[in-house]
């Protein structure tokens, strides 16, 4: 009965390679996040989104995308893979700016 | 620049005793606080929030105070379990429009309970 769930749970790829990280929460939540955790161990906000706003941290390249097909999915799209793209990637939701709730994390490797 | 600092990276404590972690704040619009566990391979668990109207909040084993003046907040687990054993995030938050409630998260303090 995952809450928050992420697929896959490691993604090994070549750089320039397109890949995609998909998220699905069963909470009834209307919010939505992707952070990513870096190697410093630093957790940082990437995106959040509901049905009336995308946030994006201006920090994030535009080779990033969120795509929401609804409210119970965010799925990260990312182009043009760099090295500096290895990371573990988390996906959360939340009931509008209450407490957020994470998935199990990705991590991508970039060779 | 941090926004919100866990000064300590890791804390030992014996089983039964208390743990007390720490978390420092630099941003006087944050007016939401959170703790969160981690267990490595997996994703942060939240465990308790606190608003800025309050300076104290608990939940079972865990309470959280807040000290708004000295933009200080602190994690006590009490008697503390080697199931505890476990790396905890301090968030903190900026509600209000714009935000969406994005969470900027501390280092992280690497928690040992010994049994």
């Known amino acids: 009965d995952t809450a928050v769930s992420q697929t896959p749970k490691y993604l090994v790829t070549q750089m320039g390679n397109d890949k995609s990280i998909k998220c699905e929460q069963n909470l009834g939540h209307d919010t939505m996040y992707w952070y990513k955790q870096d190697s410093k161990k630093f957790l940082k906000i990437m995106f959040s989104?509901?049905?009336?706003?995308?946030?994006i941290n201006e920090t994030v390249p535009n080779r990033f995308s969120p795509k929401s097909p609804d409210k119970a999915h965010l799925n990260l799209h990312i182009n043009s893979l760099e090295l500096g793209d290895s990371a573990v990637y988390f996906c959360?939701?939340?009931?509008?700016?209450?407490?957020?709730?994470f998935g199990p994390g990705t991590r991508l490797t970039v060779l | 620049d941090q926004q919100v600092k866990q000064n300590s990276p890791s804390l030992s404590v014996q089983e039964g005793r208390i743990s007390i972690l720490n978390c420092d704040y630099t941003?006087?619009?944050?007016?939401?606080f959170l703790w969160y566990k981690k267990y490595p391979a997996e994703g942060p668990t939240f465990l308790i929030s606190?608003?800025?109207?309050?300076d104290k909040n608990e939940d079972g084993r865990f309470t959280v105070f807040l000290n708004k003046s000295a933009k200080h907040l602190s994690l006590h687990i009490v008697p503390s379990q080697p199931g505890d054993s476990a790396v905890y995030f301090c968030?903190?938050?900026?509600?209000?429009?714009?935000?969406?409630?994005?969470?900027?998260f501390g280092k992280g303090t690497k928690l040992s309970v010994k049994p």
């Open positions: 989104y509901n049905n009336k706003e995308l946030i």
């Open positions: 606190i608003s800025s109207i309050k």
């Open positions: 941003n006087s619009m944050f007016d939401y």
């Open positions: 968030a903190a938050s900026a509600r209000g429009e714009g935000s969406q409630g994005n969470l900027i």
């Open positions: 959360a939701s939340s009931r509008g700016e209450r407490a957020q709730y």
